[in-house]
């Protein structure tokens, strides 16, 4: 069995953490950080198992700044 890397954003919504794997579009969620990945990676192979995806190259994250008017 291969193993893969994928990214996780995360963001915290009131008392809850939501994590999103962007490659894949799997979203979960946990009381924790921890808790959260663990959910995500658990969707994310259950996914995976019914849609694989096919071998590509990794993606290049960067972050960018705008002007919002406050």
Do not use: H
Request: net charge negative; proline share 6%; glycine share 2%.
């Amino acid at each position: 069995m291969a193993t893969r890397t994928f990214t996780a954003v995360l963001y915290k919504e009131e008392d809850i953490y939501v994590a999103e794997c962007p490659e894949v579009g799997t979203i979960s969620q946990g009381y924790a950080v921890e808790e959260a990945i663990t959910n995500l990676k658990e969707a994310t192979e259950l996914y995976l198992e019914e849609f694989p995806l096919p071998e590509v190259s990794r993606p290049f994250m960067t972050t960018f700044e705008v002007a919002v008017r406050a």
